[in-house]
């Protein structure tokens, strides 16, 4: 379901909308009784009546004392919404290597609504020229977001982000050594030898590959086989490691880097 929204560059407003730009593929399971394989439900039920309640009949209620509650409507959540909150607001640019990966939530595609084609345009290819990034606010639900928009050659993502405050330190700091000119010589090859560019379409979950023809052959009534595992190295020395390691990519050889294309560039 498309976010009708509105993109706010300075004076300029161009009326938006935001489809998801991803999807889950994964298999999804039911819980089931164990003894007799029948589907477990779940119902809301009233804690003071214990009769069950639809989706109708439940409100948010906001707790400010202990079992007192003030009911909150969507209503009362839109007139305290200011113009501003009603749009993806630009607040200023950037560049996107400013921004680490762990800020990044979820991701949407911008498509220009009637009336914002030739303001929508105009910004991305300012911003692709620019090489820049828009970070921008809106409010999705009862969230002020941080947003950013990053500019493609066919259109223009925006990316949910989580503050500064929602992200965790790391659970344990590691001591970093000193790297050996040699090892860091041998560890660099290695990287050479495995690069290619990078193919979106080259990538497949291989795992819910062997998921369903687990799940086919136990419909079928045939046993489940356990896949041939791959032999690995009993090497323990770093640079046998990185030597040998080297030497198999080698003979392996690169992966149709001649075919292999970006799918998409960043602006």
């Given at each position: 379901?498309?976010?009708?929204?509105?993109?706010?560059?300075?004076l300029?407003h161009?009326?938006?909308?935001?489809?998801n730009?991803t999807?889950?593929?994964?298999?999804s399971?039911?819980?089931?009784?164990?003894?007799?394989?029948?589907r477990?439900?779940?119902?809301?039920?009233?804690?003071?009546?214990g009769?069950?309640?639809s989706?109708s009949?439940?409100?948010k209620?906001?707790e400010?004392?202990k079992?007192?509650?003030?009911?909150i409507t969507?209503?009362d959540?839109?007139?305290?919404?200011?113009?501003?909150?009603?749009?993806?607001?630009?607040?200023?640019?950037?560049?996107?290597d400013?921004?680490?990966?762990?800020?990044y939530e979820?991701?949407?595609?911008?498509i220009?609504?009637?009336?914002g084609?030739?303001?929508?345009?105009?910004l991305?290819?300012?911003?692709?020229?620019?090489?820049?990034?828009?970070?921008a606010?809106?409010?999705i639900?009862?969230?002020?977001?941080?947003l950013t928009l990053?500019p493609?050659?066919?259109?223009?993502?925006?990316?949910?982000?989580f503050?500064n405050?929602?992200?965790?330190?790391l659970?344990n700091?590691?001591?970093?050594?000193?790297?050996?000119?040699?090892?860091?010589?041998m560890?660099k090859?290695l990287i050479?030898?495995m690069?290619?560019?990078?193919?979106?379409?080259?990538?497949?979950?291989?795992y819910?590959?062997?998921?369903?023809t687990?799940?086919?052959?136990?419909?079928s009534?045939?046993?489940v086989?356990?896949?041939?595992?791959e032999?690995r190295?009993?090497?323990?020395?770093l640079?046998?490691?990185?030597?040998?390691?080297?030497?198999?990519s080698k003979?392996?050889?690169?992966?149709?880097?001649?075919?292999?294309?970006?799918?998409?560039?960043?602006?």
């Open positions: 379901m498309a976010i009708k929204s509105a993109i706010s560059f300075g300029v161009i009326p938006i909308s935001l489809h730009a999807r889950d593929n994964d298999i399971f039911n819980q089931l009784h164990k003894d007799d394989h029948e477990i439900r779940y119902k809301k039920t009233c804690g003071h009546c009769e069950e309640v989706p009949d439940i409100v209620g906001f400010y004392d079992d007192k509650y003030v009911v969507e209503a959540m839109e007139k305290i919404k200011t113009e501003k909150d009603r749009t993806i607001h630009i607040m200023h640019f950037a560049t996107l400013q921004i680490s990966p762990v800020y979820k991701t949407y595609h911008a220009p609504e009637m009336g084609d030739k303001a929508f345009e105009l991305r290819t300012a911003m692709i020229d620019e090489q820049k990034i828009a970070i606010k809106t409010v639900g009862s969230k002020e977001t941080l990053i493609r050659e066919d259109g223009l993502l925006v990316q949910t982000m503050y405050d929602e992200i965790k330190e659970p700091s590691y001591i970093k050594h000193d790297v050996d000119a040699t090892q860091l010589k560890a090859s050479s030898s690069e290619q560019p990078f193919d979106p379409s080259a990538y497949k979950d291989e819910q590959e062997r998921l369903r687990m799940i086919a052959d136990k419909i009534g045939n046993e086989v356990s896949p041939s595992t032999n190295s009993n090497v323990i020395d640079m046998e490691a990185l030597r040998e390691s080297v030497e198999r003979k392996a050889g690169p992966k149709a880097k001649s075919n292999s294309k970006p799918k998409a560039k960043t602006g």
